[in-house]
């Protein structure tokens, strides 16, 4: 466990291939990571006090995919799953999101995003990362999840197939996660997409407390099994809902399994 | 080898003219700008390509190989008239080639045929179709002109066509579009944006045309050198002043108080990365670059007399 090491000295760990200047083949760059999960490390170890369990399922190098739901208004789950993949793994790792569009039109949202390895998430560019060995973070759910109200949190919507198309393309196996607790520290009643639309994001969450300010729950992850699937990737759609709807079954039963050892939301 | 390099005046066209005269094959160049100082053993010929006069060069010099370098972008160029010297001149050089039997013609174009746009591939390859023209309408005519190099390769299958997509350069010469965008001491950042700048050596990038000369490859290539670099290194290693300021200011900005002159549609390539994957040119011609991206920008800091 490497929980206690500073984040600098993490990073420094890291498999990625940094040049003088800091900054890997994608533009990652090793100040942005350090300012960054000093943020995400924080928030991990003292105000959403995540417990992560079974991180060892991640393989310490090599392409893998972790897959999970989405919990909570906005990406806490997303935060933190990148966190524990610094914070838990030995080798630390840097786990990369498939970003949704919008993040890379906003200011600061696209610097700070491509400077943490967070791309938008183009088949291409995510084919790319995994033939690199990268580890990716994926939710198949996408921003329909993150808009999931209060009362359906423990709910999944659909998945897309596009994820394990690409696994089977290439190879790599899916690293399961169920992540729960991000909806009571972001207890959405409403999403106002009128709002959004001003502000050039998809939606904005309200709390029963008006803006949506993350309350300081504990947070739980629970980690897999890898699931690999043999094939080509051009199977057809219904073969492949089908192994799609194995991992969603799967990511629904850590999430009841997050829920039960997490127990109350304080 | 017989070359005749058109464009032979322009400061990476130089270059690949000496380089290509170092190995040991006869250069031509044709131009309409003279290169007052070329080497004797360099035929250099003043002539505009779409004239008449520029078909007699490919008549009595009969190259084995043309390398055409003579397109524009838009800080060289407006208008109709970028057009039709990207246009008109990319079709001469072709029409001419077949008519007096080149074997290979190397256009040399640039990466940003793919464009900068919030939703593309970090990595281009290739195969990947323009985006992003809409908002760059200045850069139509050289993409149109990358496409009919590139549509010669079925139309005239005799002829050897290489198409290159050339990444920004760096280097003493201070001429490109990268160079140009960091000649002043203050260099304009889209607030909150910081994009991948895919740059090599102008030396560099001159060695990938004369390898791509030499190994004759069939196809569409990227040439790329080093990994990129976020804008706000770059600009801070070659001893610049970054000016983050919002999108809306920039715009209305450019061309004053030391901002740089660049078409409005430019500022989508200081907000979004163009990179291209280059492994398919090193492949067909075992190219590598020399110079690291540290160093690139290390010397280029040198060349602008950086603090």
């Known amino acids: 466990m490497a929980r206690g090491d500073s984040i600098s000295s993490l990073v420094d760990r890291l498999e990625l291939n940094f040049n003088a200047l800091g900054v890997d083949p994608y533009g990652i760059s090793k100040r942005h990571l350090v300012r960054g999960f000093s943020i995400f490390g924080w928030l991990y170890r003292n105000y959403f006090r995540v417990r992560a369990v079974g991180a060892a399922h991640i393989p310490p190098r090599g392409r893998a995919m972790l897959v999970g739901n989405h919990s909570g208004g906005y990406a806490i789950d997303g935060a933190m799953v990148l966190a524990s993949a610094l914070l838990e793994l030995d080798p630390p790792r840097l786990a990369q999101g498939m970003a949704e569009k919008f993040i890379n039109q906003l200011p600061l949202g696209s610097s700070w995003s491509y400077r943490t390895g967070q791309f938008t998430g183009t088949p291409e560019t995510a084919e790319r990362l995994l033939e690199d060995d990268r580890l990716l973070m994926i939710f198949p759910e996408g921003a329909r999840g993150t808009a999931k109200l209060f009362k359906e949190r423990y709910s999944l919507v659909d998945f897309g197939t596009g994820f394990l198309r690409l696994a089977i393309k290439t190879k790599t196996p899916i690293i399961p996660f169920g992540f729960v607790g991000g909806a009571d520290a972001v207890p959405t009643i409403y999403n106002s997409k009128t709002l959004g639309k001003l502000l050039g994001v998809p939606y904005v969450p309200f709390t029963p407390y008006g803006l949506a300010a993350p309350l300081p729950t504990r947070c739980e992850v629970h980690y897999g099994a890898p699931m690999r699937f043999e094939g080509t990737g051009n199977e057809d759609d219904l073969v492949v809902r089908v192994w799609v709807d194995q991992v969603k079954a799967r990511i629904g039963e850590l999430m009841a399994e997050a829920r039960k050892a997490r127990g109350g939301a304080l | 080898?017989?070359?005749?390099?058109?464009?032979?005046?322009?400061?990476?066209?130089?270059?690949?003219?000496?380089?290509?005269?170092?190995?040991?094959?006869?250069?031509?160049?044709?131009?309409?700008?003279?290169?007052?100082?070329?080497?004797?053993?360099?035929?250099?010929?003043?002539?505009?390509?779409?004239?008449?006069?520029?078909?007699?060069?490919?008549?009595?010099?009969?190259?084995?190989?043309?390398?055409?370098?003579?397109?524009?972008?838009?800080?060289?160029?407006?208008?109709?008239?970028?057009?039709?010297?990207?246009?008109?001149?990319?079709?001469?050089?072709?029409?001419?080639?077949?008519?007096?039997?080149?074997?290979?013609?190397?256009?040399?174009?640039?990466?940003?045929?793919?464009?900068?746009?919030?939703?593309?591939?970090?990595?281009?390859?290739?195969?990947?179709?323009?985006?992003?023209?809409?908002?760059?309408?200045?850069?139509?005519?050289?993409?149109?002109?990358?496409?009919?190099?590139?549509?010669?390769?079925?139309?005239?299958?005799?002829?050897?066509?290489?198409?290159?997509?050339?990444?920004?350069?760096?280097?003493?010469?201070?001429?490109?579009?990268?160079?140009?965008?960091?000649?002043?001491?203050?260099?304009?950042?889209?607030?909150?944006?910081?994009?991948?700048?895919?740059?090599?050596?102008?030396?560099?990038?001159?060695?990938?045309?004369?390898?791509?000369?030499?190994?004759?490859?069939?196809?569409?290539?990227?040439?790329?050198?080093?990994?990129?670099?976020?804008?706000?290194?770059?600009?801070?290693?070659?001893?610049?002043?970054?000016?983050?300021?919002?999108?809306?200011?920039?715009?209305?900005?450019?061309?004053?108080?030391?901002?740089?002159?660049?078409?409005?549609?430019?500022?989508?390539?200081?907000?979004?990365?163009?990179?291209?994957?280059?492994?398919?040119?090193?492949?067909?011609?075992?190219?590598?670059?020399?110079?690291?991206?540290?160093?690139?920008l290390k010397r280029y800091r040198r060349v602008l007399g950086g603090r």
Not at chain 2, 37 to 60: G, M, N, S
Not at chain 2, 159 to 187: N, W
Not at chain 2, 231 to 258: D, M, N, Q, W, Y
Request: charged content about 20%.
């Open chain 2, 1 to 296: 080898m017989k070359v005749l390099v058109v464009g032979i005046s322009g400061a990476l066209a130089r270059m690949v003219a000496l380089l290509l005269r170092g190995a040991g094959h006869e250069v031509v160049g044709l131009d309409r700008r003279p290169w007052w100082d070329h080497p004797k053993d360099i035929e250099v010929h003043e002539f505009d390509i779409r004239k008449r006069a520029a078909e007699d060069v490919f008549r009595t010099a009969r190259p084995d190989c043309v390398v055409h370098m003579a397109t524009v972008n838009a800080l060289s160029a407006i208008g109709e008239e970028r057009a039709r010297i990207n246009m008109g001149g990319t079709r001469a050089v072709f029409d001419h080639s077949v008519a007096y039997g080149v074997k290979h013609v190397v256009f040399v174009g640039r990466h940003t045929y793919y464009g900068a746009t919030d939703d593309s591939p970090l990595y281009h390859t290739e195969n990947e179709p323009p985006q992003g023209m809409g908002a760059f309408p200045e850069l139509v005519d050289l993409v149109a002109a990358d496409l009919y190099a590139a549509n010669m390769l079925w139309r005239e299958p005799a002829i050897t066509t290489t198409v290159l997509r050339v990444v920004y350069t760096l280097g003493p010469t201070k001429t490109g579009t990268l160079s140009s965008f960091l000649k002043g001491t203050r260099v304009p950042l889209v607030l909150g944006f910081d994009p991948l700048f895919h740059f090599m050596e102008e030396e560099d990038a001159a060695r990938g045309i004369v390898a791509a000369v030499e190994k004759r490859p069939r196809g569409i290539f990227n040439v790329a050198g080093p990994s990129p670099v976020p804008l706000s290194i770059i600009i801070r290693e070659t001893g610049r002043t970054a000016v983050p300021l919002p999108e809306t200011i920039i715009r209305a900005l450019l061309g004053k108080f030391g901002l740089p002159a660049l078409p409005k549609g430019a500022v989508q390539h200081i907000k979004f990365p163009i990179v291209v994957d280059a492994r398919a040119f090193h492949q067909a011609t075992g190219f590598e670059h020399q110079v690291s991206e540290v160093e690139v």
